[in-house]
């Protein structure tokens, strides 16, 4: 498969079964993350596996998780991100989404389906998780065997703004429609 077909089989599950993950292609979906580039090679993520029931309880209060039995919490070291000088603008968001974009699809190549939460309380994963206070819970990524398979690839024919909406070539334009 290549890649484009890879990116278009991706998809948001929210339903999984009770199917475990086997450790190798939870070590595999790790992996990808691994090699993820961050600003600078500053590798700022530090990924929490949940896949204990009373740990996905204390996920659960922060967000639901699908029936899921293995969450990874993807945080950031504040002390690990690039600020750049002309604005302050941290790249740990960017460097994070990243990560969890190559551990979706890696994800999703070995037929595993996943959803990336940012819409979670932080504070009550880092009070669960005994998380230090330089560390930020920054995504969830809620990962297991789709209960209902995954969403067709002609979606993306009707849920995706053409190119022509979205690409701008040289400047961006004085005035778009």
Known sequence: ????????????TRGFTEKIIPKAYLDKILSAGRVAPTACN????RIIVVQKPQNICKVQKAYK???????????????????????????????????CDHMMLQARELNIGSVMVGLFDPKIISKEFDIPEYI???ALIILGYPKEGFLSLKRHNTERKPLSE???????????D
Not at 42 to 45: E, F, G, Y
């Open 1 to 12: 498969m290549n890649f484009l077909e890879l990116a278009q089989k991706r998809c948001t």
């Open 42 to 45: 500053k590798q700022p993520q």
């Open 65 to 99: 998780t699908f029936g899921s039995s293995c969450v990874l919490i993807v945080c950031r070291d504040t002390r690990e991100s690039l600020i750049r000088p002309f604005d302050q603008k941290c790249s740990g968001d960017l460097d994070i989404g990243i990560i």
């Open 136 to 138: 930020e819970p920054t």
């Open 166 to 176: 979205t690409i701008l070539y040289e400047k961006y334009p004085k005035k778009i």
